[in-house]
């Protein structure tokens, strides 16, 4: 089945964006009167009867809508430093949006590998994971920041930061079903600084189990216990 992505119009109606419209009537050969799925990102999944099969502004008869489809009784904010391969990092946002995310951060670390990314690419990554996954909500992806801006920014929920060796695992300390930010460092890891600064705007240390993870496989890990705890 193909998922795609349009917002309504009024009237009942809906338009898909131009790349799902060609997508639909280019590549799939859609015509008109055909039937199709499709979501607006925010939740809301739409049975539609196509009325004009344009492949720059397909338009789609509304026939049903179903509301929070899908909703998860969390939320999940992965504040997370870019890798140097930006195919790894990519490879974390898909896997993310998979599994089940909300939002994503990248932070600009000490050791950070990588400082400058093109938020449009990565978003229409995390756009086809959406379809791919039948997901409804398209999680937000925010540009990269310094990781002191995050720190004073970010205030609700648990607030969790993914270290080495830890008394603490990440598995023991989330509260289900609440909203959870989790941080995860650069292959250099975090300095003693950053670490200072997390301890003192409340992040609480925790570890993702025995093995080393690079930080994309972490980003995806951190993802995993999270769905896991409050399937």
């Not at 756009?127 to 909500?137: D, G, I, P, V």
């Not at 690079?214 to 995993?224: K, N, P, Q």
């Amino acid at each position: 089945m193909n998922l795609f992505y349009g917002n309504p119009t009024g009237n009942g109606t809906a338009m898909l964006t131009e790349e799902e419209s060609a997508h639909c009537i280019r590549v799939l050969r859609k015509k008109t009167g055909d039937k199709i799925f499709f979501t607006d990102g925010e939740g809301n999944y739409y049975h539609g009867s196509i009325i004009s099969a344009d492949p720059k502004k397909c338009t789609v008869a509304i026939l049903e809508t179903t509301a929070e489809y899908g909703k998860r009784n969390y939320f999940l904010h992965v504040a997370i430093a870019p890798t140097k391969n930006t195919d790894r990092f990519e490879w974390f946002l898909e896997k993310a949006t998979e599994i089940g995310i909300d939002m994503i951060t990248p932070v600009i670390c000490t050791h950070s590998e990588r400082r400058i990314l093109k938020t449009d690419r990565l978003q229409k990554v995390i756009l086809s994971a959406m379809k791919q996954s039948l997901k409804t909500f398209l999680p937000q992806i925010h540009e990269a920041i310094p990781l002191e801006d995050f720190y004073k920014n970010e205030n609700a929920g648990q607030k969790f930061i993914c270290l080495g060796p830890s008394n603490n695992t990440l598995k023991k300390e989330l509260e289900p079903r609440s909203r959870y930010t989790v941080l995860v460092g650069p292959e250099g890891d975090f300095t003693e600084s950053e670490i200072s600064l997390a301890m003192k705007n409340n992040f609480t240390p925790v570890n993702l189990g025995p093995s080393r993870l690079r930080s994309e496989t972490a980003g995806v890990v951190a993802c995993s216990i999270v769905s896991l705890l409050n399937d």
